[in-house]
Each structure stands twice: as structure tokens, then as C-alpha cells.
């Protein structure tokens, strides 16, 4: 056959709907939600799996086809400064706001239970957006930071309800400025100074090597006042609102160029000086790397979620394909070898997916005050964990996922090679390995927070019944 209709056509792997195909999300919202929060949540998750495989799918696409553009200048010569995101990069903001990403955290209809259908919303939502995920991340990161802190203050508590509505017309996001030319996870060595203004508000003036969601309403960044000690200790935490003037410019602010990654190319992100950016101090002076904690507890947890959600569909394309594709005259499936190639890619995003819920049940009950001082701790521990150990499975699973397809998942048009390069970031973001394993061991040292998370693995190991899981549960409770 050389063409025609008879010529062969291999047909693509399917997304389908990841809420309804996903037995192992479905069981374990089960197992950790009481029945009536499921009942409850049961219409959100439905529909976030059919947007999955659907409208989201299609501009997250569309998104990744036209990247967002910097236009320095307009067509008269002015300064403007301006970066242009696509239709569909502003349907996903929208889409992001009417589902409730951010604001189903902080309405908490179902009370600590509400970050785990957030999480589990979000193992869905990130395939599927195009990395909308990661301004949503520090948004919720903000979010949280300014409930914390916010106090009495009337502008941080609307920039506050911006964060949170699920309103798209009024809904905001927040970049994530902490990033300067000496280094990224040392935020001791952070050079920007804030002024102080007669009215209470702060000029910022430095330059951020790189700047996350640039096109948001709003971003949270460190700088140093006037007389401050150096180091983390001397560092205070400040509000940046994004609002351009009646010239399109934002004010105190200019954008150098958009940063060319590896992945993660809808998502703009750029480089910029601060001259003279307007501020508003968050939480009082000093100690911000401590008060900013609070955000990037939550976008460590976000980066976990997306981690485990991107290995989701990594492993479901991969099974889909292997139905679909015939080799040495029968499916991929049915060859063994290949059969123990999917098993494994199953058990790393089953093993993510049941530590994130996890994490995120130890989360909301810590936010709503009903955790034990074992939780807290616990939680402490695993954050860090959790974001490391995803981020390396994520990369490694994506990898082997592409290998599953042979040379189509290694062509652009495909769009496989996606999974890889969104995965890479994932290791990267909120604290690389080393840097999060420093901070495990500070946990371990400074909260004694290994003694409690071992004590809970022991229990849950102890309350196993199941005769054929039992010399596992005897293995893991001497390697514990």
C-alpha cells in the first residue's frame, strides 16, 4: 500500500474524561472523604473530568501554540512595555476562577476536608491548563499569606478578596518575585530596597532575574527598609499591585525581556527592574522569608498535586495507546514486558497520588485548627518530601511514558513532548532537591517532626489485616 484511504494510520492515544477513567483518584477520594463531603463535591469533580478531556484540553493547545510576546514600545516610539497573552491563556485564568481553584480553599464548605477535593480538582485541572496551574499555585500561596497577615489593613484584605472569588471578572492571581541575579532559593542575598513614601507605602527599587505569572494583578516579593540588618532576618515582605496607568504602563516597572524555557512556554515569565515600584508591607517589618513561609508551604503542596496529576495522564496515555497500537501482530498490552512498563509508570503515580491527598488532608485540618500536634508536625515533614520525591517521579515517569510511544513521543506536533518539559520545572520550583532535603532535616532537627510521622506509619502498618499484605507491612516496619 503506498496511500489512499488503505494506507495505514496509527490513531493518537485519547485523554478521555480523568475523573470518570481514573479508578485510583475515585477510590481514594473515597477512602478519605466522608460520604456526605463526596456526595457534595461528586458534581465539581465530574465536571472538572469532562473539561479535562474537553474545552481545557482544547486551550491548553491553543495556549501552547501562541505563546505570550513582550512589545517594548508601541507604534509611536512610548515605552509600554506590555506582554501579550492569547485568548485562550485568559480563558484558562477564567476557567481557574468559575471552578473554584483557589477560592474552594478559603470558602471551606467542607472544612478541612476542602483542600483534598481541591487537590484531587487539581490532579485534573494541571494536564489539562497549559501550566495555568502555577499562577493559580501562587495565588493560593498569596491568598493564604495575606489571611495570615493581613490584619486590619483595607487594601491587603480586598487584594485578598480578588484572590479568592470565583467571580473571573473580579478574580485575581499573584506572581512570585523572589528570584534576583545572586541566587534563587538564597533569598538572603536579596538586594532590593524599599523606600518609604509619606503615605504609608513603599517605592521598591532592584532587579528579579525571574518573575512567574508576570501578567497577574499582583505579586508578593521581599526587599529590604532602610536600616535593616543583612541576611533573611533584614528582609520584609511586601505586596506589589500590578495595575498600569492611564498610559498602559505599569508604574516603576520595566520588563527587560520574557524568559525562553525549556517548558512551560504559554506561561510568561520575564525579567525585570523594580524602579521605584509601589508596595504595601505585609505583616510588618522583618523576618518576611518566615512570614512568606506560609505561601510557599501551599505552592510546594501545588507542586506536588501537579506532579502526581501530570504522572496521571503520562500513565493513562501510555495505557490508552498500548490498546491502540498493534505491534508483532498484537497490542503493546498484551506483550509482557510492556505490561510491567505500565505497571510501574501505575504504581509511581499511585504512590504520588495517595501522599499528596495525604498531605493535603494534614493541610486543611491544620488550617481549621483541628490537627493534632502529630499532624502538625507530620505535615511539616512531608511538605518538603512530598515536593521532592513528586517532582523526581514526575521526570522520570514523563520519560519513560515517551518511551512507551516509541518515535511519536519524541515529535513536537503530538504534543507528548510536553509532558516532559512541564514535568522538568516541577523538580526545579519552590526549593530544588537539595535545598528541600536541607529543609526535611532542619524539621527533623529543630520540631522533632520525624517522631510522630514515624509513630503514625507504624500504626497505620500495625492495623494491617490482609494475610498476603502482611510480610510487606513486616518488611516496612523494619526498614522504618
Known sequence: MSGGDAAFHQAPPRVGDPWANDRALRAAITRLLPADVLAAAAPALTRMGARAGGDLLTLANAAEAAPPRHVPYDAWGRLVDRIEVSEAWRALDRAGAEEGLVALAYERPWGAHSRVVQMALLQLFHPSSAVYSCPLAMTDGAARCLELLGGDDPALRAAFAHLTTRDPAAFWTSGQWMTERAGGSDVSTTATRAEPRDDGTFALHGDKWFTSATTSQMAMTLARLPGAPPGSAGLSLFLVPLARDADGRLPGIVVHRLKEKLGTRALPTAELTLAGAPARLVGGAGHGV?????????????????????????????????????????????????????????????????????????????????????????????TPVAKLLTGKQAVAVASEALEAFGGAGYVEDTGLPRLLRDAQVLAIWEGTTNVLALDVLRAIEREDALAPHLADLHARLSAVRDDALAPTAQLLHAAL
Open 290 to 382: 518566615r512570614k512568606i513561609a506560609s505561601l510557599f508551604n501551599v505552592t510546594r503542596v501545588w507542586n506536588a498535586a501537579c506532579a502526581a496529576g501530570g504522572m496521571r495522564r503520562a500513565s493513562a496515555l501510555a495505557r490508552d495507546y498500548a490498546e491502540r497500537r498493534v505491534a508483532f501482530g498484537k497490542p503493546l498490552r498484551a506483550h509482557p514486558l510492556h505490561a510491567e512498563t505500565l505497571a510501574a509508570l501505575e504504581v509511581e503515580g499511585r504512590g504520588a497520588l495517595q501522599l499528596v491527598l495525604h498531605v493535603a488532608a494534614l493541610l486543611g485540618r491544620d488550617e481549621c485548627g483541628t490537627a493534632t500536634d502529630g499532624e502538625r508536625a507530620a505535615l511539616r515533614l512531608l
